[in-house]
């Protein structure tokens, strides 16, 4: 995500709050643990995959449905439905070099994506766009009845 570091906007318009660490517990797949890296700006995947660390964390709650792998042979898999709307949390750095070690910020909100020729937008509660940070962005389309917990930062 490219963004627009030079704005001062915050991520949200309302409901915005600062978390330091978010886990994510996805039905039949195991769980992530992410942490805020506040000297780097970054959030770090601690563990539940691969080593990663990005400037924006989003997870995205979408449909799933089975697809035929192979019709003979009787192999299907889940896919995610990319298309459609829905709910989603967002994680992303501080703007506010002050603000170092308070944790990250972090929202709700809804994501849309009309069709094939779209980008997925994502707005706030208020219906506003979201401001992430320039940098890496890590999706995480997630099942619904996927978990979500937060630490709030200074908690």
Known sequence: FRG?????????????????AV???VPGYGTQK???????????????G???????????????HQVFLDHRAGLTTMTA?????G??????GTRDSSAQGAGGLAA??????????YVTSYADANGY???????QTWVLLAPKGTKISTAEAGA
């Open 4 to 20: 627009d570091a030079g704005s001062g906007r915050q991520l949200a318009s309302s409901g915005q709050f600062r978390a330091s």
């Open 87 to 92: 709910r989603f949390e967002a994680f992303t």
């Open 129 to 135: 766009p979201m401001y992430f940070q320039p940098g």
């Open 108 to 117: 709700r909100g809804s994501w849309r994506k009309p069709g094939l020729a």
């Open 50 to 64: 691969p080593r990663v660390e990005v400037a924006n964390l989003i997870v995205q709650t979408t449909a799933y």
């Open 81 to 85: 439905k990319v298309f459609g709307k």
């Open 34 to 48: 992410w942490s805020f890296d506040s000297a780097r700006n970054l959030w770090r995947l601690v563990s539940g």
């Open 23 to 25: 886990t994510v517990r």
